[in-house]
Structures are given as C-alpha cells and as structure tokens.
C-alpha cells in the first residue's frame, strides 16, 4: 500500500479537501430533514448570506454538497481530476487555480440571479437558493487538465469538456450552469501557472520524447599546451 500512500502525499489538498466533505455529508445524512436543509442553507453561498457573511459564505460553500449519496462520484472525480492537476501543478498552484475559480463564479452566477430578480424574471425568494457544492472548483481544474494531455488525447478530452459543460449552458441554463462556464475558462486562462508554460509549452511527453541533449563526438579536447621551451639559442650568446 505505499503507492497510496505516496499518492496521498502528493497531493494533499485534495484529501483534506475529500476527507471534510466526507464529514459534511456524513452531518448531512444522520441529520433530521429539518436540521439538513437549515444546514445546506445556511452555509450556501447565495444573495443573503453573501450579504449577511460573505467571506465565511464563499469558504464554507466549498466543503459541503447537497446529496451525500453522491459522495462517492465526488471521490472518483477528486482523484482524476484534483489529485493529477495538484501533482501537476503543485498545491499552491492547484489551489490558487480552484479556489480563485470557486470564488469568482460564484460571485458571477449570483450576481446573474440577483440581475434577473431585480429585472422580475425570478422571484425574490431566490435570494435563498441552495448553492453548495464542489463543481466550480472541479469545472476549472478540468480545464486546466487540458494543457496536461498529449496529443491526440488533448483533444479528444477537449471537445469532451466542452460539450459536456456547453449543452446545459446553450439549453435552458441556470445560474450554476453559467457559473461552470466561468469557472471553465479561468481554468484554460490558468495556462501560465503550468510547468508547460514555463518550459516554453513543451510538455513532460515532449521532453521524454527529445530525449538527453546530445554530446559532441569524439573526445573533448582541453586547452592547447604551449611548446616545451628549447631553452636559450647557442648562437645569441655573447663571447667574451
């Protein structure tokens, strides 16, 4: 079991992150039908309470998902998605990425919602709405996944992406679809804080591929020796 242990250890933000959600959904499940959706609303990061606690609101709403049954699907997405980008990028890198995407979606999809109630095309009472959840978060480490494939595979995984978060947008979109959608592309504009960016856009396949740089043939010749010296010539001596 060291390999898991290993993998652990590469990237821990991403099991911390799994192990408090765990615990979230564990509160959610033995909780009463009351106490649960109290929960859920109350560390939703929605119009009132960004307005009432808004950075505790942004925090919170990161750790916690609505149906705990859907915990092990979460699982399986944090460890193909979250655990290669933060290896990948490093847990600094990685978190500044999801977490600057979370914030600004949700910020972004909320603000949506508070255009369409003041323009009367959604009633107040969304102003409560349940918005948790971990999916900003993994639409943007999706993203940058991109920049981690090689080809041809980059590109099949790409066009996957983008169906995938371009139908809900394009038929009949919510606010959380237009959050993805955010949080998609400021996983793409996440490109400069990747490795490959630093090295030029050449990937890690790239480099394995060209191999060691080449050593000129033949043997290194060091500096050229100066001539032994003949010593004085007989001929410029004086005779007395």
Known sequence: MTWVTDWVRSSPGTHIWLLVIGITSLVIASASEGLGQFLVHRTSSNIHELNE??????LISGFW????????????????VHANVERWLGSGRWLLTVGGAH????????????????????????????DIGVS?????AAGVLTYRLWPPWRYGYLSGVLIF????????????????AIALVMGFAAWPLTPAAAAGGRTDHDE???????EPAGPVEGPAKPPPDPGPDPKSRQER
């Open 65 to 80: 998902i609505e149906r705990p049954s859907s915990f092990l699907l979460y699982v399986a997405l944090f460890e193909l």
């Open 165 to 180: 978060f371009a139908v809900p947008l394009l038929t009949g979109a919510s606010f959380t679809d237009f959050g993805h």
């Open 53 to 58: 606690h808004p950075l505790p609101s942004l």
């Open 103 to 130: 914030i600004a979606a949700t910020l972004a999809s909320q603000e949506l919602v508070l255009l369409a109630i003041e323009g009367h095309r959604l009633p107040r009472s969304m102003t409560h709405v349940v």
């Open 136 to 140: 900003y978060g993994l639409a943007a």
């Open 208 to 214: 394995e591929a060209a191999g060691p740089a080449e």
